[in-house]
């Protein structure tokens, strides 16, 4: 079985267990606190079944309760690598017909968030006006 990521709820998931262990309901507090939504345990916990028999998350109990404390495993952490390359990837080719460079110093700028200066008979875009003037110099 192939892991699908095609909800938000299942990116965050990833991504918050990126940052450390954390058991069940933990994740599920702070994807409601970052998408606005409730989460449901059937919506969370049979998506931790599936990463933990494709490898990609382990658990340990503790407490006295034994909660379940989920952990990427090495497999997980170049899943979650290969998961953040492919989004950015997207990132990257949603927003570059949008950017533009500095004339100076060559930093991107994304659409309209520069500064213009007509310099002769060119306009021409800098990241700022300090920009801007030192390359009138």
Do not use: W
């Amino acid at each position: 079985m192939k892991v699908k990521i095609g909800s938000l709820v299942k990116f965050y998931t990833v991504l918050l267990l990126k940052e450390g262990p954390k058991h069940g309901y933990e994740l599920m507090k702070e994807l409601e606190k970052k998408l606005g939504n409730k989460i449901s345990t059937s919506q969370m916990y049979p998506f931790l079944s599936i990463l933990e028999k494709e490898n990609i998350i382990k658990f340990s109990e503790i407490g006295g309760r034994e909660k379940k404390v989920y952990q990427l495993t090495k497999k997980g952490e170049d899943f979650v690598s290969s998961l953040l390359q492919r989004f950015g990837d997207l990132i990257y080719i949603a927003i570059e017909p949008k950017l533009t460079t500095c004339t100076h110093c060559g930093c991107k700028l994304y659409e309209k968030s520069g500064y213009k200066e007509k310099i002769g008979n060119k306009v021409l875009m800098f990241c700022c006006h300090h920009c801007a003037k030192s390359f009138k110099k």
